[in-house]
T-cell receptor
Framework: DAGVIQSPRHEVTEMGQEVTLRCKPI?????LFWYRQTMMRGLELLIY????????DSGMPEDRFSAKMPNASFSTLKIQPSEPRDSAVYFC?????????????FGEGSRLTVL | GENVEQHPSTLSVQEGDSAVIKCTYS??????FPWYKQELGKRPQLIID?????GEKKDQRIAVTLNKTAKHFSLHITETQPEDSAVYFC?????????FGAGTRLTVKP
């Protein structure tokens, strides 16, 4: 398996523009997570899905952020409109569902810079 | 929700010495505790994990201990090498909610 695949790897955009980040989880994994990483706040859980259903989006910072998972092999994280404080590395991770299985596999991340 | 605290935030050791990183968690229902290593510009990768029915686990130079009563767990790296330099994250998982500590930047000086 190619692992968790994220795109784009890097994005530079201007304030006010819409940003869409994409993720393809590992085949067979039914849990998907979006994290944001910054120096100040570390790895923050934004939202996670089980079987394509959003379970907890309490980490989504505000209404400008939205995430979808239309099927088991694809998820998007959208920021509209983007702001400079959204600049961060956004990681997608997937795992098999269940507390006893555990391991999260991370994608390589999408580095977002909002000017 | 789960809250994970990690200490220290930075740690510098001489090559060959041991390094210890400690974490506490708040949700007594958490049952899976992984440790991830993140090198500069790379993704976090699992190095060792422990489940709640185990008190200690070892894999070569790294070991993890878990005290469920006190709700804390620790990572121990022995005989450190320069390539151990990275940021290390602890995490706690309850069913599907995985929360991470703030990270420890470990520097191993040759």
């Amino acid at each position: 398996d190619a692992g968790v695949i994220q795109s784009p790897r890097h994005e530079v955009t201007e304030m006010g523009q819409e940003v869409t980040l994409r993720c393809k989880p590992i085949s067979g994994h039914n849990s998907l997570f979006w994290y944001r990483q910054t120096m100040m706040r570390g790895l923050e859980l934004l939202i996670y899905f089980n079987n394509n259903v959003p379970i907890d989006d309490s980490g989504m910072p505000e209404d400008r952020f939205s995430a979808k998972m239309p099927n088991a092999s694809f998820s998007t994280l959208k920021i509209q409109p983007s702001e400079p404080r959204d600049s961060a590395v956004y990681f997608c991770a997937s795992s098999r569902q269940g507390g006893n299985t555990g391991e999260l596999f991370f994608g390589e991340g999408s580095r977002l810079t909002v000017l | 929700g789960e809250n994970v605290e990690q200490h220290p935030s930075t740690l510098s050791v001489q090559e060959g010495d041991s390094a210890v990183i400690k974490c506490t968690y708040s949700d007594s229902a958490s049952n899976y505790f992984p440790w991830y290593k993140q090198e500069l510009g790379k993704r976090p990768q699992l190095i060792i994990d422990i489940r709640s029915n185990v008190g200690e686990k070892k894999d070569q130079r790294i070991a993890v201990t878990l005290n469920k009563t006190a709700k804390h767990f620790s990572l121990h790296i022995t005989e450190t090498q320069p390539e151990d330099s990275a940021v290390y994250f602890c995490a706690a998982r309850n069913n599907n909610d995985m929360r991470f500590g703030a990270g420890t930047r470990l520097t191993v000086k040759p």
